[in-house]
Antibody
């Protein structure tokens, strides 16, 4: 069974940083591209970041470019999102999701709240 | 970026009835469109990809159609478990973008 489990969220002050993690199991993690997608409270889904299976190609949404960095460790079956210089508008549930185009499996999400 | 517009925002339907949801792209996305279902407090669930292909395990009452800029998700006979928010997503060009969703509620 495919499982994606996020961790690392929480309450952080504006300007602060967090490292989100996504632990993958039930599939060959190193063969799949991965994404981070977020959802602000009461809002729609917003794609944030993409990484290819080898980890050598990444894309980020303009809204997070220069502040967020996606990475992966295939030996640990793990995906990461380093989030820096956080703003109030980054408050959201962050999901990791599998595949490059349509996203066929999603984690349960982790809440990041940016507030003083 | 491509803007995805969904209508209506809310659809009130009785169990057993048919629901038709629309998604419009600001420019052609060919057939590079997915539909997701999301229930409160849960992650999105992939229903349809490539505009009309049902994902693994998705019941046949869900169907997708369209290409270019106009897409439709049809639920042929609503079951109690189908009341949720449905979102479309284009993957024709970066950045991938989602619609704001259609909430299907019990009439």
């Amino acid at each position: 069974e495919v499982q994606l489990v996020e961790s690392g969220g929480g309450l952080v002050q504006p300007g602060g940083s967090l490292r989100l993690s996504c632990a993958a199991s039930g599939f060959t993690f190193s063969s799949f591209e991965m994404n981070w997608v977020r959802q602000a409270p009461g809002k729609g889904l917003e794609w944030v970041s993409y990484i290819n299976s080898r980890g050598d190609t990444t894309y980020h949404a303009d809204s997070v470019k220069g502040r967020f960095t996606i990475s992966r460790d295939n030996a640990k079956n793990s995906l990461y999102l380093q989030v820096n210089s956080l703003r109030a508008e980054d408050t959201a549930v962050y999901y990791c999701a599998r595949r490059i185009y349509y996203m066929d499996y999603w984690g349960q999400g982790i809440l990041v709240t940016v507030s003083s | 970026e491509i803007v995805m517009t969904q209508s209506p925002a809310t659809l009130s339907v009785s169990p057993g009835e048919r629901a038709t949801l629309s998604c419009r792209a600001s420019q052609s996305v060919s057939s590079k469109l997915a539909w997701y279902q999301q229930k409160p407090g849960q992650a999105p669930r992939l229903l349809i990809y490539d505009a009309s292909t049902r994902a693994t395990g998705i019941p046949a009452r869900f169907s997708g159609s369209g290409s270019g800029t106009e897409f439709t998700l049809t639920i042929s006979s609503l079951q109690s478990e189908d009341f949720a928010v449905y979102s479309c997503q284009q993957y024709d060009s970066w950045p991938w973008t989602f619609g704001h969703g259609t909430k299907v509620e019990i009439k």
